[in-house]
């Protein structure tokens, strides 16, 4: 068993009337744990090697804790300790590899990761995630199967209360799983399980972030980031700015932000920027869009589509409020820029 | 009693303490009745025909229970067994015709009509509809008359709790009275009871949609869908994109989306769009806007209002990057769209 | 003490393990408190003068209480009489002047002042207020530190609740402290507590009202009101449209609509506005904008920086959808304009 494994986490979620996991809590994920705690827990879980997710009953949790506190893994014995008293839904979900996964708590298990920034976007294998992630009704009492919904909010009436239904989507709102340290997220419902949202970021009414997708670093995010997009040290979205997903319509580039740029209010991103760029407010630049590229005289030195900026470092994207020409302007680098994008041509 | 009759339904709700409905929750509406089924309760309610709605004690509930267990309406049955044991306010709603509601109650059914798919957007006369709907605050406590919220938030206070205000809005979220089949509404809040949202339709984060509004069947919702306006089968609303409603701004025309449509992220639309219409993300077309028609050679062959393509199919609408002029492209049909905008000029 | 006072108010709170103010809620905060009252007040709380907040045990309260009802202050006696029978830390907050604040409590004050509608936006000093107000996670167990956070939500899951958190921020959302009269806020996510919103005021969907920002009167707010901003009555502003903030990036010029202006959907803005002013759909409106000024038969009279508009009123913006050019008609007063553009050059 002494191989080194991806990864493991005890968790605690909600089933649906037919015993189907809807989804799961682990409150201290681990990257890459030590071979002497795998071991240990293998031991007492029946862990045979792979993938896999075992459910915990009291007894076990209760020898784990005892483990856990003579390794002086103390806040593991914390959630051991807790978790035995429960008489929720309990597992132990352990990755030997990073392969796709393959059941509802794996797929769990993954979101955690980035969203505990134990891994970045793109730096762990959600391949037919969708279909793991079983949709349910997040609501004020909890995880629950959108069809057993009605008579539940229907007892709930009777007796006074309101069932009050969040949302009804495959992913949950990554905050009633982890708040990551140094984050500000005004409205926690518009940022999913699975996103990474670096130290320093503030996400604002507006900010939204998908799953697979964040912030490296200190960040103020008033737009939408998509899912696989990472915005770099130091950048800030705008209100209401889009960056184009890759998971419906757009293009197949993935769009990304490098360090210190800004997207401005109401903008919109379709290709990938270098560092220190600037998206004026209101500008949408798709891919296909044509460009004049202007020099620091301001006098036009190329037409090029945005695409074939993709990348590209200090430039200034703006339209022209009375030509409506979309103009391109590079205070550094104008020469350099011409003779790099000709290159490749 | 044996006339057809529009609908019915019995549920639950809430009064202020001047004891007047703040909202009513119906867990199984019915459209047309069939007449056994409203002969049976009109005698045990005391129903004398046309629109009313009638309260219920739990003796009138338990006669109903009984005859919908010998009639075998078994969710019915269900109902009146929950409803019977409740000490909330509770109701019969009966609509003899489809005539604009008179009642709180009656007004709440015909959104509830909307939410289940039982009638389409402008399929049920709602005229008024505003002035019968009070202005609640929907809390973590259930529905509360404004005016008696002060108190009510201080005393949960005292005792430690929070009484939280999720809106103060005329009109709840959907998702509180009934969450339809094969949908996904990533954030609850921004759906409004009365909404149609057709099977296989995804509602982002971003994503808006009003009351007598709707989709018809799957649809990737990003954008605001206004009252009034019906998305197509498989059409789809990019992240932020604005549709035009008719209660404020705007013109009188209601707008809608046909098929297989794409409105791109932060675009917006001002006019009804025919089957397979694409607008560019950040595009704004209001109807007022001079739009230069170009053929499949992309030579122009005439220069429009926005406002006379309306509701025309196989339409892609760019602004020109290099010149700043509103284009609509259109592959299958230029020459017969030319003829066809002259022939009404 | 009979020196004119600034405010004083009653509140309940919550603090963290470490004693630390998290937040104070002020049921009935009073501006420039009566001579007499403050008097009693202080008397019974041994209040020394200046800025001060003071901790109330039950004794102190329920002296207050009697107090209060011989001065037939019913609503300040119910106050009291509602927090002497509670176990959470109470505070009376006086303050003799409008200074900057210097403590949570004082800090809390200011912005129920303005979301009580006592104070205007810039009407009282917030300097320094940034660093007063801890980042709380605001939950449905209600204030708690970022730091205990983890903890109480496992304890939760174990028991089989859901402890959700709604939004990590410096600022809550102002309804779960005040909801002023005549107003519709329909997701109360987005507006913070110390935003001033005007009576007659529809905040729907998309709308946003930050702190220290507003609407005067009746006003339909379907995008977003940054900090700073005032909106004048009858002001509309359409479905995701921008102003600029002063916060980040923008400019340092505060930004402000003035009475019936119309702000479209997907705009923004980032002039000052006067009155009557449109700006169309989907128009960004930066201050560096070089926009053509048309007289009423639609001649270019001039070409100036948007900036040197400012706060001028009866002017629509608009792009020209054939040239792409950015415009500035005006209906009334465009000889007027053009000479009071050249006068300050």
Redesign the interface.
Known sequence: MSTPHFSLAIG?GSKNRNGQWLEV?Y?RPILNPAPALLDGIARLVDYQGGNECIELDSKTLHALEDMFIDMKQDELA??AS??E????PRVITILATDEAPTSTPEAYLKLHLLSHRLVKPHGTNLAGIFSLLP?V?WT????ID?EE???R???A???????????????P?M??Y??P?G????????VRLGAYVGEGTTVM??G?INFNAGTEGTS?IEG?V?AGVMVGEGS?L?????T?GTL??GNSVVIGVGDNC?I?????L?IPLGDRCII?????L?AG????VLDDQRKVID?VKAGELSGKSDLLFR????????ECLTNKSAIELNNELHAHN
Chains 1, 2, 3 share one sequence.
């Open positions: 605690v809590f409150p914390d959630v807790i978790l008293e429960s008489d929720r949709n009704a004020s009492e909890g995880a959108p919904l009605p008579e909010q229907l007892l009436r009777a007796l006074g209360r309101i069932l009050s239904v969040h949302s009804v989507d495959k992913f709102k905050t009633d982890v708040v340290g984050v500000r997220i005004a409205d926690t419902a518009r009414h507006e939204f103020m939408r998509s800030d705008g209100g209401g700015c889009s184009m419906s319509g800004l401005g209010a109401n903008a919109g379709g004026e407010a209101g500008l949408y798709t869009s044509k460009v004049q037409v339209r022209n409020s009375l030509t409506g020409t979309l």
